[in-house]
């Protein structure tokens, strides 16, 4: 086209309107890629998602609004994954490997926390000895860490889960089941395993101690894979968010404990407590072989999913073992490269 004084104004026009048409494609392209909100899945453990949570930095990088839902456990997690009602969460490793197996479609992209003394065996007087179990009742959250780090106590000891009457409560249930002497024992994280020991509970095993017998724990944060697949780009920015928050757990403790007892109505002294039992791992370290490796090298997590699922399928607590490549597929740490990469 040849261009005349005429024709000038012409292309200008048409020019301009085809930049606005750029535009408003593009932006409806981007609304496309994004959902209107998402819903996160938590338990309220002391930890830096809880820290995302009350610093707002989940929302601020998705940039969609975030719908926060509370569970008591990782089974009641895997459940509401089960129906659909999350886009992601956060399970131990013994819940994790049991939703693997039974088939949910979910996959884990970080690690949000690895335990230590923040889980422990709690029993009242005269019980000195994970042996004095036998015959005694227990009380902890089927399908949790607490529940798995119970079996494998006993089963060092010798004992058999059918030598005990183990009951599946949540915390707070399980300290007035406590309260009232209706149990003997708990496995059971903080703050109730606090004011157990408090009221005069005696510590018998932690979950520290469990992870140097062979029994590490670790809650996983996890998508859900339609999810995943359709939003990825949501799913590298909620990741910023998680590592955001860890690092500010580490350079900020105190700070972190005050917003952290205020969200989960807990004093600072017990805030303090819980985040010297619990490790946040940052995000680079994660990518290592110790955590959950990269995408062309998985690390040592597969191996503790796969030791967990033989450990839990011998105490016919799953009904069978699905093949490492199962297990090994649900780690995916392909979005986090990414978020540490930004």
Known sequence: MIMTRTNRPRAAAMAGALGILLMCWTAAAHAADAPTSIRVGYVDLVNAQILAKVLHLTDKSVHVPVTWIKFGSGGDLNRAVAAGQIDFGGVGNPPATIGITRGLPYQGIFVLDELGPVESLVARSPIKSIKDLKGKTIATPFGSTSHYELIAALAGAGLNPADAKILDMDPPDAFAAWSRKDIDAAYIWEPVLGKMEASGGKILMDSGTMARHGYPTWDV???????????????????????????????????????????????????????????????????????????????????????????LKAQNRLPGVKDDAVYAGFINPSFLVAAVKR
């Open 221 to 311: 944060g996890v998508v859900m894979t339609d999810f995943a697949a359709k939003y990825p780009a949501v799913v590298v920015n909620y990741l910023k968010a998680e590592c955001q928050a860890i690092d500010y757990w580490h350079q900020h403790p105190k700070e972190s404990a005050a917003l952290i007892a205020k969200e989960l109505n807990l004093t600072v002294a017990e805030t303090t407590r819980e985040m010297s039992g619990t490790y946040m791992i940052p995000c680079q370290r994660q990518l290592t072989a110790g955590y959950l490796g990269t995408p062309e090298h998985k690390g040592k997590f597969v191996g503790t999913l796969i030791a967990t699922a033989k450990f």
